[in-house]
């Protein structure tokens, strides 16, 4: 879980003051009272440093409001479309899927196929271990590899799911 790119994904929805930012980005993740208030500060001023975000001033109770800059755009953009390696926790990708869903985000079928071919080459690697445990005899790795080969069955077939849903 990313706080900074849960913040570009609010920020791209519309401009706001952090207190609200830590509401909404919990409100995404489904978590209640998780992140820190002061995480959500000191990445902003990071964002801030870093061009991604800018203040557009306070709003009528003295809050500091910000903004996405194009930049912040382009860096979430490239973000989204960065596909989720397995090994990486699977709410990673949800994650990400949820801030493309959240924005509108036009490439979402990109991202969707481009997180399929990782989890298809992942596939065709352990497929290719699977065999040669089982000619080795090592039941362990075997069984270990079988199990993570069902997880990313369970992957793809969410994502097809997905997909299909899109198209209706």
């Not at 090994?87 to 990708?93: A, G």
């Not at 899927?97 to 036009?106: K, L, M, T, V």
């Amino acid at each position: 879980m990313s706080v900074k790119y849960g913040i570009l994904t609010l920020l791209s929805v519309q401009e706001n003051h952090g207190y609200e930012l830590k509401i909404e980005l919990e409100s995404l993740l489904g978590i209640k009272g998780k992140i820190n208030p002061g995480q959500i500060y000191t990445t902003l001023d990071r964002l801030i440093r870093d061009g991604l975000v800018f203040s557009v001033g306070i709003d009528d109770q003295e809050r500091k409001r910000y903004g996405i800059s194009p930049e912040g755009k382009e860096e979430l953009a490239r973000w989204l479309l960065e596909p989720v390696p397995y090994y990486s926790t699977k709410e990673d990708f949800h994650f990400k899927w949820s801030c493309a869903r959240q924005i509108r985000f036009a490439e979402e079928m990109k991202m969707l196929n481009q997180q399929k071919a990782m989890i298809m080459k992942d596939v065709m690697e352990l497929t290719k271990l699977k065999t040669e445990f089982l000619i080795q005899g090592d039941e362990n790795k075997y069984l270990l590899i079988t199990g993570t080969l069902l997880h990313l069955e369970a992957d793809l077939n969410w994502i097809n799911q997905v997909e299909t849903r899109n198209r209706t």
